[in-house]
């Protein structure tokens, strides 16, 4: 990394007798624990579920989040992240017989990009997002971001990290799905940030040139919700998982690509009130790796 060294924080649960891990990349700002969602965790846990369907997960904080080291914003980038995930799976490779990446938003990108790149995981998990965006939601919700030293919630980072305004996240991550008054209270809880750089290197390797997803040879499930975001007539067809996969082939170099949509919900699939459907599917497509 182009970087002092930093230590990147993970936490790891391995029920009895599993041999695949899948290595967990939160959003941008997410941290580790929206892969374990303390609010009605039997519905929204991921791990959780993973774990019950006997698969180890490793739910890490992005550099910048969390535990992690908090190096100066400008350091950071979506590259960096994939290498630092890339230490990762070849630190966890020796314990397990199969290694997955997995990612949500910005932290797919990441998962992409280290799949696609060092090419040393057995599955690719891609939820939250497309090789498409659907710019008229994106733009309002990157202009209601807001630098990480407005907000209390999120200390000590530089004017380069971001963070959601305060009273936003349910606009940005959750519309359409329903209003959950304490799952948006926990939400803005355990918000955290992002650099500014990790979004841009994001979206020019993996949507503006030659995607890093064409270098991917393992088998990859992505899943979506009803996602503004990425949905629709500027993003990718959700309109069905076929549409969706015939709008994603193109950019990945596997054909081995399965496509779930969580309908219902936004961005923060793992928020939805009918998440176990897709904890389910992921769990399914986990065992077949094995």
């Not at 992409?112 to 939820?127: H, N, P, Q, S």
Request: charged share 10%; aromatic share 8%.
């Amino acid at each position: 990394m182009a970087l002092l060294p930093q230590t990147m924080h993970g936490r790891l649960c391995t029920p009895a007798g599993a041999s695949t891990v899948v290595v967990l990349i939160p959003g941008g700002t997410y941290n580790a624990s929206y892969w374990d969602i303390g609010y009605t965790p039997e519905t929204r846990s991921f791990r959780l579920a993973v774990n019950q369907a006997g698969i180890a997960t490793l739910a890490l904080d992005r550099l910048g989040t969390g535990q992690s080291s908090k190096p100066l914003s400008t350091l950071l980038s979506a590259s960096v992240q994939a290498t630092a995930a890339h230490h990762v799976v070849q630190a966890v490779r020796p314990r397990f017989a199969k290694v997955v990446v997995g990612g949500h938003s910005i932290g797919s990108a990441m998962a992409m990009i280290e799949a696609g790149r060092y090419r040393d995981v057995d599955g690719v998990l891609v939820t939250g997002m497309t090789h498409r965006m659907n710019l008229v939601s994106v733009i309002p919700t990157m202009a209601q971001m807001i630098p990480a030293p407005l907000d209390p919630a999120v200390p000590g980072r530089d004017a380069g990290y971001l963070t959601t305004d305060p009273g936003t996240r349910y606009a940005a991550f959750h519309t359409p799905g329903p209003y959950d008054t304490a799952a948006i209270a926990y939400d803005e809880s355990t918000k955290d940030v992002f650099a500014a750089t990790e979004a841009v290197d994001s979206l020019t390797l993996t949507t503006v040139v030659t995607p890093a997803s064409q270098q991917i040879t393992a088998p990859v499930l992505l899943v979506v919700g009803d996602d503004p975001n990425f949905c629709g007539t500027l993003g990718s067809d959700c309109s069905s998982p076929e549409a969706l996969r015939a709008s994603e082939a193109p950019f990945f170099g596997t054909p081995q690509l399965q496509t779930y949509i969580l309908n219902g919900y936004g961005h923060a699939i793992n928020y939805a009130p009918n998440a176990p459907t897709y904890f389910g599917v992921v769990g399914n497509w986990l065992k077949t790796l094995s």
